[in-house]
């Protein structure tokens, strides 16, 4: 295993050396996009089924609970009076 790992590490330290160095050049030319054409075409038929959504507002009156909410300075002040 050990070997292995040596000669790989080899190789690698070489490609660099050899980048680094300029003897191996790793730049490509440069390409242009290609050319598209798009021509004209039709949408396809589409037969859809929907549901109807009625949309409105009403007035109603609802009911809503009250709240009593006793602070602990109040509860305090309640227990010295009694």
């Known amino acids: 295993m050990r070997p292995l790992l040596t000669i790989v590490?080899?190789?690698v330290l070489l490609l660099i050396?050899?980048?680094a160095t300029g003897f191996i050049?790793?730049?490509g030319r440069g390409g242009d996009m290609p050319e598209v054409k798009v021509e004209?075409?039709?949408l396809?038929?589409?037969d859809a089924d929907v549901g109807?959504?009625?949309v409105g507002t009403k007035n109603e009156t609802i009911q809503v609970p009250t709240l009593d909410?006793?602070?602990a300075k109040t509860?305090?002040?309640e227990d010295n009076d009694k």
């Open 44 to 46: 396809p038929k589409v």
């Open 25 to 27: 050049n790793l730049s």
């Open 9 to 11: 590490a080899v190789i």
């Open 40 to 42: 004209g075409g039709a």
């Open 75 to 77: 509860d305090a002040k």
């Open 52 to 54: 109807d959504v009625d």
């Open 69 to 71: 909410i006793d602070t």
């Open 17 to 19: 050396v050899g980048v």
